[in-house]
T-cell receptor, first 110, second 117 residues
């Protein structure tokens, strides 16, 4: 059974810092990994999708890496802004559905 | 291109009533997924459907819950005889892929928030 863990559960940093969110999964037989953002009371916004054959994806200030063999992914956020405050969810496709982590609640302090 | 549309956004039911949640996938998407998010918990997979077929319902509770995705119209998640523990946000996602393996991106709706009194 695939299990996805995200560490830390919550993170609070000052504006402008670079930060890393971690995601680990127990079964490396995944097809892709997706990072989402969820604002309170809202739906999920897809941030980055990494196919199993890829090692990283970048979009603006976001960079996500994937190491299938070790069952890990990281989401790097550069020059954080208060608008980045949200819950960040990692999900792996295994095989025809996404299995989600519990999320990291990020707060960027002005 | 409109995104995944879910309605109602908020639904209040008394214990024992029925709840019907609707999801219209993105245009051109033929695969729909339902997820449930309990308060302070992560998203849990419930069911995966394509038109007129249930592909994977391994996450659906055995009783009171059912889902369909007819040839015409939205996907429906139906909860009969609701109980307080059914209070949650129910999210629908759609995918465009038509192959045998899901390598595509999932797009989520804004969710339907069910409150059972």
């Amino acid at each position: 059974k695939q299990e996805v863990t995200q560490i830390p559960a919550a993170l609070s940093v000052p504006e402008g810092e670079n930060l890393v969110l971690n995601c680990s999964f127990t079964d490396s037989a995944i097809y892709n990994l997706q990072w989402f953002r969820q604002d309170p009371g809202k739906g999920l916004t897809s941030l980055l999708l990494i196919q199993s054959s890829q090692r990283e994806q970048t979009s603006g200030r976001l960079n996500a890496s994937l190491d299938k063999s070790s069952g890990r992914s990281t989401l790097y956020i550069a020059a954080s802004q208060p608008g980045d405050s949200a819950t960040y969810l990692c999900a792996v496709s295994h095989p025809q559905k996404l299995v989600f982590g519990q999320g990291t609640r990020l707060t960027i302090n002005p | 291109n409109a995104g995944v549309m879910q309605n109602p956004r908020h639904l209040v039911r008394r214990r024992g009533q029925e709840a019907r949640l609707r999801c219209s996938p993105m245009k051109g998407h033929s695969h729909v997924y339902w997820y449930r998010q309990l308060p302070e918990e992560g998203l849990k997979f419930m069911v995966y459907l394509q038109k007129e077929n249930i592909i994977d319902e391994s996450g659906m509770p055995k009783e009171r819950f059912s889902a369909e995705f007819p040839k015409e119209g939205p996907s429906i998640l139906r909860i009969q005889q609701v109980v307080r523990g059914d209070s949650a946000a129910y999210f629908c996602a759609s995918s465009p892929y038509t192959g045998t393996v899901n390598t595509g991106e999932l797009f989520f709706g804004e969710g339907s928030r069910l409150t059972v009194l």
